[in-house]
T-cell receptor, first 111, second 114 residues
């Protein structure tokens, strides 16, 4: 079956630091890949997505590149802000057409 | 306008009680979901409905019963509540399976069973 593995949190960074949250996946076929973000007290919302190999998704300064050779979709941001503090979920939709989430990574950015 | 709204926001109840959580979406989506998020933020799908028909029913105790009176509503009824049911429950909706258009989530219902 499909699965998503994220780096364990929590991750704590200072403002303007570089962020990487690792995500690898297992799926049959060619899944579409997503990053969702959950701000405190809210539901998840889509941050970015990529639907085929070598695609780069980007939004709000965050980027992730679909790497089929390493089955990865790592999330990066060059300079984080306090307002980026949230839980980040990597996810995929594969052949079963069902969204599978990773376990989430808590990010805290300190001023 | 809230796209996916669920009520109540907080629910505190005793073991053995029966409770319901309501969800409504005004996005015109044809698919609705219930997810359970535990204290470690792990998110697990419970049910998915497409056009009022159940399409995903994960391994969930039959004490949990979803009901979809129409495409815009998916309610969750829980019988004989147990301590382990304490969690945050999220309703979500999408057009189709979430591939072409993303899932839209409600803000969650924090259920505490004492």
């Amino acid at each position: 079956g499909n699965s998503v593995t994220q780096m364990e949190g929590p991750v704590t960074l200072s403002e303007e630091a570089f962020l990487t949250i690792n995500c690898t996946y297992t799926a049959t076929g060619y899944p579409s890949l997503f990053w969702y973000v959950q701000y405190p007290g809210e539901g998840l919302q889509l941050l970015l997505k990529a639907t085929k190999a070598d695609d780069k998704g980007s939004n709000k300064g965050f980027e992730a590149t679909y790497r089929k050779e390493t089955t990865s979709f790592h999330l990066e941001k060059g300079s984080v802000q306090v307002s980026d503090s949230a839980v980040y979920f990597c996810a995929l939709i594969g052949g079963a057409r069902q969204l599978t989430f990773g376990s989430g990574t808590q990010l805290t950015v300190l001023p | 306008d809230t796209a996916v709204s669920q009520t109540p926001k907080y629910l505190v109840t005793q073991m053995g009680n029966d409770k319901s959580i309501k969800c409504e979406q005004n996005l015109g989506h044809d698919t609705m979901y219930w997810y359970k998020q535990d204290s470690k933020k792990f998110l697990k799908i419970m049910f998915s409905y497409n056009n009022k028909e159940l399409i995903i029913n994960e391994t969930v105790p039959n004490r949990f019963s979803p009901k979809s009176p129409d495409k815009a509503h998916l309610n969750l009824h829980i019988n004989s509540l147990e301590l382990g049911d304490s969690a945050v429950y999220f309703c979500a909706s999408s057009q189709g399976d979430g591939l072409a258009s993303p899932l839209h989530f409600g803000n969650g219902t924090r259920l505490t069973v004492t």
